[in-house]
């Protein structure tokens, strides 16, 4: 048997399809820092990343257990610990990486602790296009024998670069046990199945909404409890007329301490972080498909207390485990993909989560927001435009000099040709929005 532990980047292949470095770990490296020759770790404080002897082939595999985060001293804290390896990509290209992993018996992963295997992508600046992921080694998984799992993606159309990633999240004081073995890791091409795009429609579409509740990072970040929410309290804000989605911190109405620093009142600080989920999903209906999920981020002013992620998440049937992709949503397009798991009873969702500190109702407007294009864009009277970023219903000069700006700034809102936007800002969107300009409302 072999094992292994992955997540940060190392050497960079030739491409996606040859041979990876030292693939089954054979190869100890120098330092924790690269613990594999061709491997680059993250998070190994211990070290908890080494070379073991219980390899699938040959005489050695990878190992890895949590690195046991306090912070502060004494108070465990949440966590990942991996290795990772590079590789150049080929936009377009449909690759799928794949590891054998396992646990055993006497030293078996415990609580919520979880291994995992990721495919990421990055542009010329580093900046992250696509995260696709799927769960491996758990609580519940057979001890002493190693399975083989697999995750596809689509390298996107900027891609420069990619890596391949497996790693370990740690839990809380409880989970802490157990080590996963990994061996013999490999990423090829393959032919891709059949591909299905989805959108980010309007308020008519089935959309539902769920709330993940945590505590604050100073406070341990641990996971308290998740539930279906109603969509307008996540917050999500549709406009139909300007084909436009506002997405704003949670300002749950709660005022309980547990909610809110002293209870909930103008000022008052969070006091819990609020991932909230707006998504459509499908039931036994995107089984074995290549899922591509496109749209447009027209702007996103969120100060550093707040995140906003698109996903694509692959469910089992009881919900127990999933696979996904997911990426920072920036102003601009997007287009991110997942191939689905091809068995019966999955679900699988789409969709925009913002993730941060909760904030009482009257101190929302600094914190910021972000805004998605619905639909095919604006449907009565797009060209109104001021104040940013979802107008007043009425076209004036203000929103001329609203255009003006985003048109300077290259800022997707910008977009107006041809209806829905074509990714590119140049005349002939001056002219659609003069058009509409002198249309009105």
Same mark, same amino acid.
């Not at 470095?21 to 770790?41: I, K, L, M, Q, R």
């Not at 469910?315 to 102003?331: D, E, L, T």
């Given at each position: 048997?072999?094992?292994?532990?992955?997540?940060?980047?190392?050497?960079?292949? %030739?491409?996606?399809?040859?041979? @990876?470095?030292?693939?089954?770990?054979?190869?100890?490296?120098?330092?924790?820092?690269?613990?594999?020759?061709?491997?680059?770790? #993250?998070?190994?404080?211990?070290?908890?990343?080494?070379?073991?002897?219980?390899? @699938?082939? !040959?005489?050695?595999?990878g190992k890895m257990f949590g690195p046991s985060f306090e912070d502060p001293p004494g108070t465990p804290v949440a966590g990942d610990t991996g290795i990772r390896q590079g590789f150049f990509t080929t936009p377009g290209e449909y690759l799928e990486a794949s590891i054998w992993a396992a646990h055993l018996s006497s030293d078996p992963v415990q609580g919520n602790n979880t291994g995992f295997l990721s495919i990421v992508f &990055?542009?010329?600046?580093?900046?992250?296009?696509?995260?696709?992921?799927?769960?491996?080694?758990? %609580?519940?998984?057979?001890? *002493?024998?190693?399975?083989?799992?697999?995750?596809?993606? @689509?390298?996107?159309?900027? %891609?420069?670069?990619?890596?391949?990633? $497996?790693?370990?999240?740690? !839990? *809380?004081?409880? *989970?802490?046990?157990?080590?996963?073995? #990994?061996?013999?890791?490999?990423?090829?091409?393959?032919?891709?199945?059949?591909?299905? $795009?989805? !959108?980010i429609d309007d308020s008519t579409a089935p959309w539902l909404g769920y709330m993940n509740v945590l505590d604050l990072p100073q406070n341990g970040g641990l996971y308290q409890f998740g539930s279906p929410w109603a969509v307008e309290d996540l917050v999500a804000e549709f406009d139909d007329t300007t084909g436009k989605l506002t997405m704003k911190p949670n300002s749950i109405d709660d005022p309980d301490p547990y909610y809110y620093q002293g209870g909930g009142a103008p000022g008052a600080p969070g006091n819990k972080v609020m991932e909230a989920n707006l998504y459509?999903?499908?039931?036994?209906?995107?089984?074995?498909?290549? @899922?591509?999920?496109?749209?447009?981020?027209?702007?996103?002013?969120?100060?550093?207390?707040?995140?906003? &992620?698109?996903?694509?998440r692959d #469910?089992?049937?009881? &919900? !127990?485990?999933? %696979?996904?992709? $997911? $990426?920072?949503?920036?102003?601009?397009d997007f287009s991110l993909s997942l191939v689905t798991v091809d068995a019966p009873g999955r679900h699988v969702q789409w969709g925009l989560q913002v993730s941060g500190v909760c904030v009482w109702i009257t101190d929302v407007d600094p914190f910021g927001s972000i805004v998605y294009r619905t639909g095919d864009g604006p449907t009565g009277c797009p060209a109104d435009l001021s104040p940013a970023p979802n107008g007043d219903g009425a076209v004036n000069t203000n929103d001329f000099f609203q255009f003006l700006t985003y048109y300077q700034a290259q800022d997707s809102a910008a977009d107006f040709s041809p209806p829905g936007g074509d990714g590119a800002i140049n005349t002939n969107d001056f002219f659609a929005f003069l058009a509409a300009y002198q249309q009105g409302c």
């Open positions: 048997m072999k094992c292994v532990i992955v997540g940060a980047l190392a050497l960079l292949s %030739a491409g996606a399809s040859a041979q @990876l470095n030292n693939p089954s770990f054979e190869v100890a490296g120098p330092d924790a820092a690269t613990p594999f020759v061709g491997w680059n770790s #993250f998070n190994n404080v211990i070290p908890n990343i080494v070379q073991e002897a219980i390899p @699938l082939t !040959g005489s050695f595999c &990055y542009d010329q600046f580093s900046n992250i296009l696509s995260d696709v992921a799927t769960n491996t080694i758990n %609580a519940g998984t057979p001890a *002493d024998v190693y399975e083989q799992y697999t995750v596809s993606a @689509l390298v996107p159309p900027d %891609a420069v670069t990619g890596e391949v990633v $497996i790693g370990m999240y740690q !839990g *809380d004081t409880a *989970d802490r046990g157990g080590a996963i073995l #990994f061996d013999d890791v490999a990423i090829q091409s393959v032919t891709p199945p059949d591909q299905v $795009i989805v !959108g459509q999903e499908l039931t036994d209906t995107l089984q074995g498909k290549l @899922l591509t999920f496109e749209g447009t981020v027209l702007s996103n002013d969120f100060t550093s207390e707040h995140e906003a &992620y698109i996903f694509i #469910f089992a049937p009881n &919900y !127990g485990s999933f %696979a996904q992709a $997911i $990426i920072p949503a920036v102003p601009g």
